[in-house]
């Protein structure tokens, strides 16, 4: 009996060692390794990109500045890396690359944000709609209860930085798929507006119902001004 015992406790450690492993030591290791990796991709991005020198003309009149219109990007391959995501809220470090398509296999449960097949791309009027965990597999999304009115949503591409400002949260059942239309939950109602949605499960741990963060666009920082949008290293209170 006593060695059975000494079996079952040892046993019952290794249980509670796995289990620690999946919900909490395993996500703040994948989540480092997710973070470094989307960081490799906007250095990269950096590095690729060339202007041509400026031909200047003392002749012409001074421009105005200029608003920039966001370039649209063409629909994303099946898990194919197209974006990288910045939420100031979730820490300085906080940095998850965004995918084409929401399948676990291919795309989330490879620590990654997935967008919704056909939804519209950063910038696009309409709704840019994605997905990702809560726990487990680097859990992207597991601080989205903790989002403030006005936080900064960054999606950065190899044409620049699309920010976006947080809206308002709201939880639904999981066949409250109108959620994804152009404007949310308003289905043959024509839009002007960039919306931005951001879906995962709710309550931890548990389907039974999704969690949804709802942002509006601002603004389009071109990867040739030189700097990132100040959006992207904002305080947050």
């Known amino acids: 009996m006593g060695v ?9 450690v290794i249980i509670f060692l796995y289990v620690a492993w999946q919900m909490w030591i395993g996500d703040v290791i994948t989540g480092a390794q997710a973070n470094a990796a989307s960081q490799e991709l906007s250095q990269s991005w950096a590095q690729e990109y060339d202007p041509a020198p400026p031909i200047a003309d003392p002749s012409a009149p001074e421009a105005e500045p200029a608003t920039a219109e966001p370039p649209i990007l063409p629909q994303p391959a099946d898990a194919e890396t197209f974006a990288v995501m910045y ?7 906080y940095s998850r690359e965004i995918a084409g398509g929401t399948t ?3 795309t989330l449960d490879t620590d990654r944000i997935g967008h919704y097949t056909d939804a519209a791309m950063p910038g696009e009027v309409g709704n840019f709609a ?13 601080r989205l209860a903790e989002l403030h009115v006005g936080d900064a949503i960054v999606i950065e ?9 947080f809206r ?14 152009d404007v949310p939950q308003a289905p043959d109602v024509p839009t002007g507006e960039r919306y931005i949605t951001l879906t995962s499960c709710s309550p931890m741990f548990s389907l039974a119902e999704r969690i949804v ?11 040739a001004d030189g700097t990132p949008p100040a959006s992207l290293t904002e305080a947050v209170v």
């Open 168 to 181: 308002t949260l709201q939880y639904v059942k999981p066949t409250e798929v109108d959620v994804l239309l």
């Open 87 to 93: 939420i100031p809220r979730f820490g300085a470090d």
């Open 4 to 12: 059975i015992g000494e079996l079952l406790m040892t046993a019952g």
């Open 130 to 142: 994605v997905a990702a965990h809560r726990t487990t597999y680097g859990a992207p999304f597991n």
């Open 213 to 223: 963060g709802y942002g509006l666009f601002e603004s389009f920082t071109p990867r």
């Open 104 to 106: 676990r296999a291919r």
């Open 157 to 165: 591409t190899q044409a620049g930085w699309y920010t976006y400002r």
